[in-house]
């Protein structure tokens, strides 16, 4: 597949992310009565968020947000080939570690 091809999909990719983080602000907006933080480090329910899964997800949002934006310009702004590759590689991996980060939380989370 053609990188010019690529490119033309990360609007799309980044207007979907922005959507889901949205619906899920709405959701907990909605759904603030059902929720408790507590103290411990992991909480093994869906239904309650420690103060560090909380921090967990901060951090795997933005870095997602960060990669996506940084492959993005990398594929976008091709200047030095070398660089852009570089820089195309280590935001996607940003994005997939930040990805996996989350999904191990949330299956931690699963009862």
Do not use: H
């Amino acid at each position: 597949m053609n990188l010019l091809r690529i490119i033309n999909y990360f609007p799309w990719l980044v207007l979907l992310t922005v959507a889901i983080i949205a619906g899920g602000v709405v959701f907990v907006a909605l759904n603030l009565s059902d929720r408790e933080v507590v103290e411990y480090p992991l909480v093994p329910t869906i239904s309650s968020q420690s103060i560090t899964e909380t921090g967990i997800v901060i951090f795997g949002y933005i870095a997602s947000a960060f990669g996506l934006i940084l492959a993005y310009k990398a594929a976008t702004k091709i200047v030095d080939p070398r660089k852009s590759s570089m820089l195309l590689f280590a935001g996607i991996g940003l994005f997939v570690i930040s990805i996996l980060l989350l999904g191990t939380l949330y299956s931690i989370k699963l009862p």
